[in-house]
Every structure is written in C-alpha cells, then in structure tokens.
C-alpha cells in the first residue's frame, strides 16, 4: 500500500497516511483516460453554432421571375442556398456534444490518474487545510511552505469558503470537491494537495 507523509499547513510531518491498493496504487491505462479524457473535452463544447435556412433568412416570397422565357435559370427564392444572402445548406444548428462513458470506465480513469500522481510524488496530503480569512497572502503561505510552484488543484471533502476565496485569485490553483474533480483536470495540473479528511471521501466513493 502506498504511504505517504501526513503534513501539516508549515509544510512540517507529522505523521503518515496509508493510501488504499485499489485507488492508488492502480496500474496506467492509456487507453481508458484518453476515452474519458476525450468525452469530457467534448463535454465542455458549447455546441451553441447556428446559421439560418432558407425558411428562416427574411425575403424572397415570391417568385423572382416567371418560369419560362426569360432566358434566366428557373428560381423560385431568392433565399435559396445559391443566392447571396440566401440561408445556408447544411450548416451548423445547436447540438450537445456529450456521449456516455460507463461508470466503472470513469471510475477507473480517476483511479489511474490519482495513482499516477502519487507514483510521481506529486500528490500531498494534509491533516487540515483552514484560514483565519479571505486573504489571498494565506493561500500563498500555504504553498510556500509546501514549497508547490506550477498548477495545483486542491481537493477538499467539502466547500471551505476561506479557502475557495483566498485560492480564487491564483491563477494556477484550481480548487474543488471530490465529487467535482475530473481525470482531465487532475492530468491537468502539476500537484494535487488534499486532506485526511477529502482522502477519506475519495475511498468512500470510489470502493463504494
């Protein structure tokens, strides 16, 4: 079982922390994160792209000329695809780009993703993340004592309004519960810094 050193906010030990085989100690599977990787980027397209049809682009109630004897090509709008300003053929409409992937396949994913940072030595775990205030500098003493640079994401067991507000103007610090933390934002970031207590959860859902 993998074992880690439990650390305080001074960056001080003060103890160690078993970590579960069946979570992180989960051998790589390069296939399964791209698969999941690759829905939850197509998950966070908008799909919000439309152009008009013919039926919609205003005009051309009426015939532009008879049908024969004009020596013209017969038409019968001027909002048909041909015609400048007329709507567009096939074009893009609103539409989800969202697929399914099975539970069991995310699951695993995550499982993967997490044992990979642990492996790397770039997985932290604390025995109590809190702050007397929403002060950035707090945050930032935090990490400085961690001696963290790059992107971090801090998973919390729960929302910690202190810690979400003194984090929110770091530019690298993503912070977020467990239930919120994805595979694609855990590859994402260069260190994962949690809790006793968010470890606790994670095991809790995922052996669940």
Known sequence: MPKLALLNQAGQTVG????????????????????????????????????????EVSGGGRKPWRQKGTGHARQGSIRAPQWVGGGVAFGPTPRSYDYKINKKIRRLAIKIVLSDKVREANFIVLDDLTLESYKTKGMVEVFKNLKLTGKIMLILDEVADFVDIASRNLPNVQTTVFEHASVYDIMNNNCIVTTQKAIKKIEEVLLG
């Open 16 to 55: 160690d922390i078993i970590l579960a085989d069946e979570i992180f100690a989960v051998e790589p599977n390069q296939g399964i994160i791209y698969d999941v990787v690759k829905a939850q980027r197509a998950a966070m397209r908008h799909g919000t792209q439309k152009t008009k049809n013919r039926s």
